[in-house]
């Protein structure tokens, strides 16, 4: 009887192990698994943030563009009247100390 | 013996085979481990460069002129794509170019660069498909107009430094770049792991350079509307700091031709009487004349060497300050005998004539200044006029700086700064001295003979009503190829000086070969320098020290109501050929008297006629017209400077302050006025 137990005890020894075994295996491999797909998910914000960060510097650019003299200056002229000031309706105030 | 049972024999196979595996795995493992590991690594790991964040390019007041962007380049690699329809479909979905694929389908090829950058949104749709591969591209945005392009130059597409700053300044601004080691997925896609390592990139430097963004707008454009008004072929407006060296603005348009690098300082050109003052200033330095000295101008014709030399002002006699008044061409040959020809190279030389300046831009031209021995017999009399000799329009400002600035030739500059990632300035520009080229009391001679051509000369239409403008037209013959010099052919230039009494800009305005009846520098280059000025005068940031401004005001007060009529911005073109009041040779010949060229203008002539004042071009329900009928001037006592002159704006007063024993204003309050006069302002001395 004794003897029996004896080998009951290195079965499930055995199987405990392989359990475990298995057990970490398949841990390693959902690790894995989580961890490609977060690299995957990172890449692709990072593609995002990239593409954000051009559109951004394109619209900047345009909104300059936008604004310059030679883009802005017939429009104003045109529809609102607008001219360059003479010299003398530009008044510069000395400043003054106080 | 007993012989072995066929289960022990199984058995010693299995033992035999397993030992066989043990031997195996650790010959692997153990001897061949290393040599496994690193092919392993090899394919489950690669390194891949990482492109540095090539530096910004600013203006003088930090807006950014250049900046980079990622963008993505897609390529496929055809044996790895399964459905060939599916993905010219999925690209065509994405909007990319697909007919490159179809042309590298029909010729075989099996790895295809789709033209074109895209940014990441665009191909997010396609990143996961078999055969797509993305490559991260950093792309340059140049924003503003072409004109910054042609200083800051470009890259190709894949991102080498073509021309301009970009070409001259690579190593700064290109970075280091660094490399990742990334692992590969099943189907050789990147991906991040914990086993990669990333050497970082180092961006490159962020060069600030010397050009205002506003005044190089203001000349962009004016300069784009005077050569399509003038139907010129080209032109170039440069504005200088005469105190720093720093170049300010950089314009140049060419129509019809491409052209590489800036022009203002990649094509010379005779300057023709612009080089006159230098002249002057050389005879003044060597003793050889005074500004009141005279001598015989022949009525305007002079046979010299077997040709004739004929001035546009006809005068019989003109003092050494009249003859760059008027520009009389006789009169500096006449005066320029007293100088040697040695004297006259070494005069242009000096002045940096004939090498380059040194400005971080490719090709910079030298331009032409021939020694004395190889000058013709004709040279000596031309190269007074500005012919035979060709200088870059940067060279003639800078050598015009040396005027204003009180005799010192300076180094120009282009870049201010150089800023490293963390903000430190590892460079920053110094203001070099290269030579004296005049005493300062011979600049100051010259300013004044330089004020007169404003005031009373050949360039009326460049001066302002309330600063002084300094300045020299000048009109050259230009050449035709195989043609020599031809008829009808001109470059018309001015280089002005801002405020004419303590100058803050050398302005070069130079038009080439404009059409139409008038070419001469003074009628159509010195009025594009009047609308840059009163541009840069009304900007809020144009490198103008205000305080300095203040204090070079003319002291005169317009009377008369400044109610021009309206100038229409439709014709905007015909500003630049529209006559003055008076002549633009208002000179009366026969009562020239030599000792008049210096007199100070009176207030009449200090102010112009030429103003357009509010109401520009009302439109009816586009603007409301400002009412024109007389009204009250406000009242004003007991409230602070600042208060008064927000009260008199309001009213739609323009205010001049003045200081003076008593305060109040003039006219006094309560007079009635009509809107846009000027009201003097006094305050109390303190």
């Not at chain 1, 650019?61 to 529809?79: M, N, P």
């Not at chain 2, 910004?56 to 496929?76: F, H, K, P, Q, Y």
């Not at chain 2, 009846?517 to 609308?531: L, M, R």
């Not at chain 2, 006094?668 to 006069?677: D, E, F, N, Q």
Request: glycine share 8%.
């Amino acid at each position: 009887m004794a003897k029996r137990g004896v080998g009951m005890r290195g079965r499930t020894l055995v199987a405990v192990v392989l359990g475990a075994f298995v057990l970490v295996a398949l841990s390693i491999v959902w690790r894995r698994t989580v961890g490609i797909g977060e690299s995957d998910r990172l890449a692709q914000l990072e593609a995002k943030r990239a593409g954000l960060e051009g559109e951004r510097v394109r619209l900047e650019s345009e909104i300059r563009d936008a604004s310059t003299r030679q883009t802005l200056g017939a429009t104003v002229e045109r529809k609102l009247g607008m001219h360059i000031p003479t010299d003398k309706q530009v008044v510069i105030l000395p400043r003054t100390s106080r | 013996m007993k012989a072995p049972t066929r289960v022990a024999v199984v058995h010693a196979f299995f033992v035999l085979f397993a030992l066989a595996l043990v031997a195996r795995a650790a010959k692997v493992q153990v001897v061949e481990g290393n040599q496994w590991v690193a092919r392993g690594k090899r394919q489950h790991f690669f390194a891949s460069a990482l492109s540095a964040p090539r530096g910004e390019i600013l203006d003088a007041s930090g807006n950014t002129l250049v900046e980079s962007r990622e963008m993505t380049r897609v390529a496929l690699a055809l044996p790895e794509v399964r459905d060939t329809a599916f993905i010219l479909r999925a690209l065509q979905r994405a909007r990319l170019d697909a007919s490159a694929v179809h042309a590298a389908i029909a010729r075989r090829r099996r790895w295809i660069d789709l033209p074109g950058l895209y940014t990441a949104s665009d191909v997010a749709s396609i990143s996961k498909l078999n055969g797509v591969h993305l490559t991260p591209v950093l792309q340059r945005v140049y924003g503003n107009s072409g004109g910054i392009k042609r200083i800051v130059g470009s890259l190709d597409g894949r991102g080498n430094a073509l021309d301009g700053l970009e070409l001259a300044l690579d190593s700064l601004l290109r970075g280091d770049s660094g490399r990742v080691r990334l692992a590969r997925d099943n189907n050789g896609r990147p991906l991040e792991s914990p086993d990669g390592w990333t050497d970082e990139p180092r961006p490159g430097s962020t060069v600030v350079l010397t050009i205002n963004n506003t005044l190089q707008d203001i000349c962009e454009r004016e300069l784009s509307i005077a050569v399509d008004s003038l139907k010129a072929e080209g032109g170039d407006i440069v504005v200088m700091n005469p105190h720093t060296g720093e170049i300010l603005a950089l314009a140049s348009n060419r129509v019809g031709r491409t052209t590489f690098g800036n022009t203002a300082v990649t094509e010379p050109f005779e300057p023709g009487s612009t080089l006159k003052p230098f002249i002057a200033a050389s005879l003044l330095e060597h003793q050889r004349a005074r500004p009141t000295d005279v001598v015989s101008t022949h009525n305007g014709k002079l046979e010299l060497d077997g040709r004739v030399i004929t001035d546009m002002h006809k005068a019989s006699a003109l003092s050494l300050a009249d003859v760059i008044r008027f520009s009389s061409n006789i009169g500096i040959v006449q005066f320029g005998q007293r100088l040697t020809p040695r004297e006259k190279y070494e005069t242009f030389r000096d002045l940096g004539f004939g090498m380059p300046l040194g400005v971080p831009l490719p090709a910079e031209a030298a331009g032409t200044l021939h020694e004395p021995r190889q000058w013709s017999r004709q040279t000596s009399a031309s190269i007074l006029m500005g012919y035979e000799i060709a200088v870059t329009p940067l060279q003639l400002v800078t050598a015009y700086s040396a005027i204003a600035n009180g005799g010192e030739l300076l180094e120009p500059h282009l870049v201010k700064e150089v800023r490293a990632l963390n903000g430190d300035v590892t460079y920053r520009a110094q203001t070099r001295a290269v030579r004296r080229v005049m005493s300062g009391e011979v600049a100051r001679t010259i300013q004044q003979m330089l004020l007169a051509v404003v005031q009373q000369g050949t360039a009326t239409r460049a001066d302002l009503a309330t600063f002084e403008v300094a300045g020299k037209s000048g009109t050259a013959r230009r050449t035709s190829t195989n043609a020599g010099y031809t008829a009808g052919n001109y470059t018309a230039s001015f280089v002005g000086l801002f405020p004419g009494n303590d100058p803050q800009y050398v302005v070069l305005v130079k038009l080439d070969n404009p059409k139409g009846a008038h070419y001469a520098g003074g009628e159509i280059a010195a009025p594009v320098t009047q609308i840059v000025l009163r541009a840069a005068l009304a900007a809020r940031d144009a490198a103008l020290d205000r305080e300095g401004l203040a204090a070079s005001e003319r002291s005169t007060i317009a009377q008369a109501p400044d109610h021009a009529p309206a100038k229409s911005a439709a014709a905007a073109g015909a500003r630049f050929v529209r006559a003055r009041g008076d002549a633009t040779d208002p000179v009366d010949r026969a009562s020239y008297d030599p000792s008049d060229n210096l007199r100070p203008p009176s207030p009449d002539e200090g102010t112009a006629s030429y103003l357009v004042d509010l109401p520009a071009s009302p439109r009816p329900g586009v603007v409301a017209p400002i009412a024109l009928t007389p009204r009250a001037i406000p009242d004003v006592r007991g409230m602070s400077i600042r208060e008064a002159v927000r009260a008199l704006h309001s009213a739609g007063f323009r205010v001049r302050i003045v200081t003076a024993s008593s305060s109040g204003t003039l006219p006094a309050a309560g007079a009635m006025a009509a809107p846009g006069s000027l009201v003097q302002l006094t305050r109390p001395l303190e």
